[in-house]
């Protein structure tokens, strides 16, 4: 199983983390989505699954689900 750790920009509240959780859990691939939000706007989403999509892929997701960037991707 594929781990990605992606640190995220803009999360403001908790629909935004829905928003983005949603997005990227409908990804071919993609069997789970943890988003943890900080204090800030900032955020953690660690993202499992078989097959996880290309880095471009996350990132044109979570821009697709609001006013949110990713800041850097981990893959373990």
Known sequence: MARVTLKLWGLT??????????DLSELEGVDSVEITRGEDKS??????????????????TVKGAGDYTVEAIERQ
């Open 13 to 22: 509240c908790d629909k935004c983390v829905q928003h983005v959780t949603e």
């Open 43 to 60: 955020g953690t989403a660690v993202v499992t699954g078989a097959a996880i999509p290309a880095d471009e892929v996350l990132i044109e």
